[in-house]
Each structure stands twice: as C-alpha cells, then as structure tokens.
C-alpha cells in the first residue's frame, strides 16, 4: 500500500529544501519561490518589521526578496534569481573562505540587531555578481541574551576544518566537501591535521578542543544546552577572533595549470588571433550565456566578457579557478561565474536520493547557455582520458546549440608530449586526427567554420548543433 | 525560538563558552596594546580594514 504524503506542504517543493521546517523552495512556473510555513510566522514578521531584512539587503548580505502572497497558510516570496549555482565542492580556496568570512559577518549583524544564524552550512551561500551572498532567508532566529551559537559546530565542518586542512595540505583536500555533505567530522579534520597544528591556539581550540568535547559528551542529551551561557560580548568576540584567523589564512601549492597563461610559451600572435576571431563569432551569433569548459584564469572570456550576460568559466585547478576568482573581485566582473571542474570527473548529484545537490550536467542543461567554449582541452580528454571522439563531441552537444572548440592537430607540442607518455600503447591513438575529429563531431554538429590559428598546430572550430 | 532541525552538540556548546571567555581576553588584550602603541605613537588609530567583519551602516549600497 502506497502511503499518503503526510504534509501537503512538501508535494511541490524542490528537491533539495526539505531539512529546515520553517519553509521550502519551490518552483512554479520556472520561477523559483520559497513558501515560509505558520511555525515560522512569528520570525518572518518580527525580521520583517525590525527592519532586519531590509539592512541585511542593502548591505548585500543576503538575497533580496519580493513577497508575493500571504495567506494563513503560507507566505510566499520571490528572492533575486541566481542563474547559475556552485557548490562548496566546486569553489576555490578564496572562495570558500569569503563565503566563510561572509557567514561571520552577517551572524555578528545579526546578533547585534536581535537575531542569530540558526544555521551555518556552506549551501547557504552562493556566488552572485562576483560576491558571496546568503541565499537561506528562513535562517534567521531571534536571539536570546547570553545564548551560545548553536550553529557553531556546524560552522566549524563545513567552512573552518576545510579551510585549515587545505592550509596544511594544498586546496586539492577542499573536495572532501563532496563526500561530507553536512561538513567534515570533527574526528576526520584532527586525525589529518599536523601535531603542530595544536601549537595555533585557535586551531587547538575550535578544532582540537572542540573535537574532544564532542567524542566526550556524545551521548549525554539529558544535560540541557540552555544552561551553558555565552555573554553577548563574549559571543562577538569569539566571532571577530575566528574572523581575524580565517582572514589571514592561505594555502600556497603550485598546481597543474596556475598561471597557465604566464608558464606556457603560447605565441602572442595565435593567442591574440584566438581571442578576436572568437569575439567576432561570439558577436555574429549574438550570444549572450556562455560555459567554458577548460577556461583555466578566465583570461580567454574576460577578452569579450563585456559583450555577455554570463559565462560560467569552469576548470580542473585550483589555483585558476582561484586566480580567476580574486581577478573577478579586482575587476568587479560579476557576469563571470568561476567553479572547479574536472570533465573526466564532472561533480554527480548527491545527497537524499541523489536529488538534493544537483549533478554539474543537471545544472548545465538546466542554464541551457547559448555557447559551449572548449579550447585547449579535447587532446587532454582524448589522450589522457582515453574518450573517443565520438562519446566527447555527443558530450559537448547536451549544453548548448553552438559549440566553439580548438583542435590541436598532431604536430602540436602537447598532443606530442601526451601521445609520448603513451608510450606502447601510442598506436591506439592513430585514430587522433583532424579528419576523424571532423567526421565523429559531425554526427552532432554542423561545421560551419574552420580556421586556423596562425603560428600554431592548431584548428578553430564554430559549430552548430544539427 | 524555533526547534533547531540538528544537533548543536553539548561538547561544542561548553567549548564555545570556553573558547568566547578567552577570545575576549585576547581581544582585550589587543585593544590596550593597541592603545599603548596609539599612545606613544602619538598616531590616530587605524581606520578599520575594508574587508571587515564589522558592517558599516552609513555605507549606502542602494
């Protein structure tokens, strides 16, 4: 027998707001809403009428919103559309620790207007305009005098232990994130932390001393949380000392591709070529949203940025993803969303019954951007993955209608380099040429030009989905 | 106050208490040595950093 779903509430809503009881996100008509219930009401209308809600917008700390109907059983709101959202397992260094910096920041505002961060998990932040913003506006409580923060711990496992284990062990540990959806256990962060990493008071103990408490205590739930007190003044102070500490963390490890553009002996004259031909398809096809596939720093989309709405600039290091997040924040690029992707390793849908975080593939598809940009990247997923080119062009026809991508042919350094490391298994890959590469990607796309990039080995192609 | 979906665990709470107590000391601390130093510096205190966790309510971002 089939149950009956016990709250009407949850038919409609979107598949990843189910935790928090006080509303859900929900679609309707493509628009993306969030219904807040009764047993939020008293909260809702108290942030509403303090005025708490209209400062914390303005100030840009969290996502504005509309109110679009109020009935006694729910209030609806439209907040601020975000086109295109990354995870914390997508983000960089930089990235994580302005989302971390951003969540302090707005739970010292909070106390001190009233009000507490009932929750700390990293999905409450996205990246908007070039900025980190607070996306979960039903995460607000009212504070009580001397109370403790009770989203502490979990604002230790999802943004402190990461960002301090990336410190000791290079950013590649941030995608930890992705198997620990709700923060990395306490016990996990002090077994891969150093020993002298208990020399630092504040990881000694926020992570340390914290982890010790929480194995210590685990099962003791008779003793009341609301008997431990916290003074206010105490409370801020915790939170400006926590501040200060993650500002002045860094990671520093050279990866693959950091300073792609600065390493790699990329003649001037086919990089200028690359970046005007491009512009000029770019404008001839009146794209407007972009994803780029392998777009290292973004040096390649910032050439013609100004001309689109949206790129979003994906790559498999760390360092250009983070190079291109700090450059976004100098230059105010906001149309410019950066994220880490590995295309042999595209992030997977996670969570309850794989629906709550969205696959990389799901979100593309659902952003739909005009034009798919793939330059310098399919000799890697063809020599170093092993992809045929069939399975990569049937790939690159699912985002989007037009697809500008970069052969480079045999004589190429690279495409040497990387048939070289083959060694005797280099006779598989004679298939790796422009006439095959034309023949599988035409099963997909039309060729509609094709041009070579001067002083190079190398072909630019403007297709068009058939 | 509204029933929290999750556990904020005993353990984090007592070491919070903890942890805030001496944050303050360590803040306190800061701000007498960073009086001392103003004082025989004869300099005006620093203007506080741009990237601050403190929200600076004439900034207008309308």
Same mark, same amino acid.
């Given at each position: 027998m089939r149950m009956r779903?016990? %709250?009407? !509430?949850?038919? +409609? +809503?979107? %598949? %990843? !707001?189910?935790?928090?009881? %006080?509303g859900y996100v929900f679609v309707d008509n493509n628009v993306l809403k969030r219904a807040v219930l009764p047993k939020y009401f008293t909260q809702y209308n108290a942030l509403k009428a303090s005025g708490f809600y209209k400062k914390v917008i303005k100030h840009s700390l969290l996502i504005p919103h509309n109110e679009s109907k109020t009935t006694k059983d729910s209030i609806e709101l439209i907040p601020e559309e975000i086109p295109f959202i990354t995870y914390p397992y997508e983000w960089s260094f930089s990235q994580l620790k302005d989302a971390a910096l951003h969540t302090l920041k707005l739970q010292k505002y909070a106390v001190r207007n009233g009000f507490i961060l009932k929750d700390a998990t990293a999905f409450n932040i996205a990246f908007h305009r070039g900025n980190p913003i607070f996306i979960d506006t039903l995460s607000f409580d009212f504070y009580t005098p001397d109370s403790p923060w009770k989203a502490f711990k979990m604002f230790v496992q999802h943004f402190l232990s990461p960002l301090v284990l990336a410190h000791y062990h290079g950013p590649t540990i941030l995608k930890l994130l992705q198997t620990h959806i709700d923060g990395i256990p306490l016990s996990l962060t002090t077994s891969l932390l150093p020993r002298k990493s208990k020399l630092n008071p504040t990881i000694l103990t926020n992570i340390h001393l914290l982890a010790k408490a929480e194995r210590k205590y685990k099962n003791q739930t008779d003793k009341k949380t609301k008997e431990i007190k916290v003074k206010k003044e105490r409370h801020l102070n915790h939170l400006d000392a926590l501040y200060s500490f993650i500002q002045g963390l860094n990671v520093n490890q050279q990866t693959e591709w950091g300073n792609y553009y600065e390493n790699i002996h990329y003649d001037d004259t086919a990089l200028d070529f690359k970046k005007n031909q491009i512009s000029e398809w770019i404008s001839y096809l009146n794209v407007k949203t972009i994803v780029d596939i392998g777009g290292n720093d973004g040096t390649m989309v910032r050439s013609f940025s100004h001309d689109l709405d949206l790129a979003i600039v994906g790559d498999i290091d760390e360092n250009a993803v983070d190079l291109n997040y700090q450059k976004i924040k100098e230059q105010k690029g906001g149309n410019i969303i950066p994220f880490l992707l590995d295309i042999l390793q595209p992030t997977p849908a996670l969570g309850f019954d794989n629906k709550e975080r969205f696959s990389i593939i799901d979100r593309l598809n659902q952003c739909k951007p005009d034009l798919t940009l793939a330059l310098a990247l399919i000799h890697h997923i063809s020599l170093s993955g092993n992809v045929p080119f069939l399975k990569i062009a049937e790939f690159f026809a699912r985002f989007s209608n037009d697809l500008i991508i970069e052969f480079p042919n045999r004589d190429d350094k690279m495409v040497q380099l990387l048939l070289d490391q083959k060694r005797d298994f280099k006779n598989h890959f004679d298939f790796y040429s422009e006439d095959n590469f034309e023949k599988d990607f035409g099963v997909f796309f039309e060729i509609k030009k094709r041009v070579a990039i001067p002083k190079s080995n190398r072909i630019l192609y403007q297709m068009e989905i058939i | 106050m509204i029933v929290l979906y999750f556990d904020p665990g005993l353990g984090a709470m007592l070491v919070q208490a903890l942890i805030a107590a001496a944050a303050s000391v360590i803040v306190f601390s800061k701000n007498v040595k960073a009086k001392i130093q103003n004082f025989f510096s004869n300099k005006k205190g620093k203007k506080p950093h741009q990237d601050s966790i403190n929200i600076n309510e004439d900034e207008s971002k309308f």
């Open positions: 779903a016990s %709250s009407d !509430s949850f038919r +409609n +809503n979107h %598949s %990843s !707001s189910f935790r928090d009881p %006080s | -």
